[in-house]
């Protein structure tokens, strides 16, 4: 008995051409969708500051009446008026010395104590690392009584040096758990080529891992700039002199319920504001680069 056998036919591959426009509009749609999402979220962030720029270029009368969103004629005396009679100069001065000095200063120590945790080995280390999780559930005003108790037997109060001191210590716990984050997710070949060419520990630590440090610097340089900057309860407590309060204390000269001035207040708030903003730009770069390798957490 003779079987006849037919020849194999191949199976034609499954095609994908009918799914490919619909998979397209669906990419298509979600792209769309989450550009929306982003374009609200930044809108949502702008429009506040908007608002501020049009006020501070209103006259008192067009800023409660709310007719207009712009302007009908740019009052530019606004700013002048601010930075005249609210002594901007001055506090402005104070709050850009305060802040550069604290951050510098946080900078320091929290790389070192950071890369301290991450590579070295010691004892008590879960114990300290412990120490810093308690101390960032503290409240800073829970904290005032004893920072100024220990400012007077240190001779500091109504002293920029105490101020400063106070502010170093209030950003180190979250900067040093920020750097140690950063330096755990950091190889190690580097550190051990140069321990190889015979470098030691500080000379890595400057030389290697500072410069890959850069993104995780620039994320704790932003975070604590901005609460060095927007402080104002600590140097309520500890300056008696106006002469060394920071912007904060320049914006109050507009608030009296008396004489409103809301227009010159928004005016001064964009002046206090241009600073930060100017020294986010310069550090936006590596501040996206420390994000996405893991510098925040």
């Not at 989450?34 to 067009?62: C, D, F, K, N, R």
């Not at 010159?264 to 002046?271: G, P, V």
Request: glycine content about 8%; some cysteine.
């Amino acid at each position: 008995m003779t079987l006849i056998t037919q020849p194999p036919v191949d199976e034609a591959p499954a095609t994908t051409e009918p799914l490919r426009p619909r998979t397209r509009r669906r990419f298509r749609a979600e792209k769309v969708g989450l550009y929306g999402l982003l374009v609200i979220a930044a809108l949502t962030a702008l429009l506040p500051l908007l608002w501020m720029l049009s006020g501070s270029l209103q006259s008192l009368t067009e800023l409660l009446s709310n007719d207009t969103f712009l302007p009908s004629e740019p009052q530019w005396q606004n700013y002048v008026t601010a930075w005249v009679q609210g002594d901007l100069g001055t506090y402005l001065r104070n709050s850009v010395v305060y802040t550069g000095c604290a951050v510098a200063g946080i900078l320091i120590v929290s790389s070192l104590a950071g890369y301290a945790l991450a590579r070295l080995d010691f004892a008590g280390k879960g114990v300290f690392t412990f120490i810093i999780l308690a101390v960032m559930i503290i409240p800073a005003p829970a904290m005032f009584l004893a920072q100024y108790k220990l400012l007077i037997s240190l001779g500091l109060t109504n002293n920029p040096v105490g101020y400063i001191l106070i502010l170093i210590t209030s950003g180190i716990p979250m900067s040093t758990l920020i750097m140690r984050s950063f330096f755990v997710s950091q190889p190690r070949d580097l550190e051990e080529a140069a321990a190889l060419d015979g470098a030691g520990p500080l000379r890595i630590f400057w030389s290697v891992i500072l410069p890959l440090a850069r993104p995780g610097l620039a994320a704790v340089a932003v975070i604590q700039g901005l609460g060095a900057w927007n402080e104002y309860l600590m140097a309520l407590v500890l300056f008696d002199d106006n002469a060394l309060m920071p912007i904060q204390r320049g914006l109050t000269a507009f608030t009296s319920a008396e004489t409103p001035q809301q227009q010159i207040l928004l005016a001064a708030t964009t002046i206090s504001i241009v600073p930060v903003v100017i020294f986010y730009l310069m550090a936006q770069r590596h501040i996206v680069k420390g994000i996405g390798a893991g510098a925040i957490k």
